[in-house]
């Protein structure tokens, strides 16, 4: 449902950055890091966080983390299920690739969605300790997945 937001409310302030400028992003509870090309905008409310990166008037790396209550891989599997779901119905997205997988050793799922705008999202969830990660990839350009951002993230203990 976050990933939804995200996508209706694109707005990309920044200008082009060149490859080798990537910023490192620590998050407020040093609980996890990853690299994003420019300097992100953070917000934090009811107990989720979400780190917006846009390097272009139509490109954004987005993170969205959120607290978790309950069992964990019940709860990742319906998370991972309502996510793209939501994202595919509001905004009449297709799916065209979809990939479960373990991203430091627990469950995450990788999706290619294009939104009927003509956007391209990369997204990763993933259920880590008590949080419900996404890290999304938002473009106007049909790209490859964004190895660099995903290959990033790290939690730290």
């Not at 373990?102 to 997204?123: M, S």
Request: charged residues 25%; proline residues 6%.
């Amino acid at each position: 449902a976050c990933a939804v937001a995200a996508l209706v409310a694109l707005a990309f302030p920044a200008g082009p950055a060149q490859a080798d400028d990537w910023v490192r992003y620590t998050a407020p509870d040093h609980s996890f890091a990853l690299s994003v090309p420019v300097t992100p905008e953070v917000d934090s409310d009811n107990g989720a966080l979400r780190i917006v990166a846009s390097p272009s008037e139509k490109e954004s790396y987005i993170i969205e983390v959120t607290d978790l209550n309950g069992p964990r891989e019940y709860m990742a599997d319906k998370l991972f299920l309502a996510t793209v779901s939501a994202f595919v119905n509001t905004s009449k997205a297709t799916i065209e690739s979809q990939n479960r997988h373990d991203v430091l050793g627990h469950p995450a799922d990788d999706f290619k969605l294009k939104t009927k705008e003509g956007y391209h999202v990369w997204e990763r969830t993933m259920v880590i300790n008590d949080h419900f990660y996404q890290l999304m990839h938002i473009t106007a350009a049909d790209e490859d997945q964004p190895t660099r951002f995903w290959d990033s993230f790290v939690i730290r203990p």
